[in-house]
C-alpha cells in the first residue's frame, strides 16, 4: 500500500526493546494503525513508526501528516455505536471498526491507546504498554 502511494515509511522501532502483550493482538494493533496512516497519508509523504521507553513503560507510535482529524470525528473514534468511517486520499475505504477493535486489544494487554490530531496536519497514534520485567 505504501509503494502504491509512494510513502516512505521511516522505523526506528527499538528491535531488542522487549514489552509486555499478546504478540498477535499487538500485530494486529500496529498493523491496523499503519494501514490507517497509510490510507489518510498522501501521495509522497512520510510515516514514521518510533519507541520510547519511560521507566517501566514502552510508548509505540504511528505517526502520518496526512489529512488529520476534525473534532467531530475524534470524539467518535473510539464509540461503536457511531460506526464512523471516511474514505482515504485515494478513496480507500474501511468499515470503521479498526480503531474500536484496536484500542480493546490494547486494553486487553493492559495498555492505553490515545491520539492526537490536527485536521490538515496528521495524526499521532500511541500505544502505551508495560516494560518486560526480568
Known sequence: MA??????????????QWIVCD????????????????????????????????????????????????DEFKNKVFDITNNISSPGTNNEKGTGLGLVLVNDFVKQN???LSFESNLGEGTTFSVKLQNEIF
Not at 502504491?4 to 522505523?11: G, P, R, S, V
Not at 509522497?44 to 488529520?68: A, N, R, W
Open 3 to 16: 509503494d502504491a502511494k509512494n510513502i516512505h515509511i521511516q522505523n526506528t522501532l527499538n528491535p531488542d
Open 23 to 70: 504478540f498477535d493482538m499487538m500485530y494486529t494493533v500496529l498493523r491496523n494503525l499503519l494501514t490507517n496512516a497509510i490510507k489518510f497519508s498522501h501521495n509522497g509523504s512520510e510515516i514514521e513508526l518510533s519507541s520510547k521507553v519511560i521507566g517501566t513503560e514502552t510508548i509505540l507510535s504511528v505517526k502520518d501528516y496526512g489529512v488529520g482529524m476534525s
Open 110 to 112: 493492559n495498555g492505553e
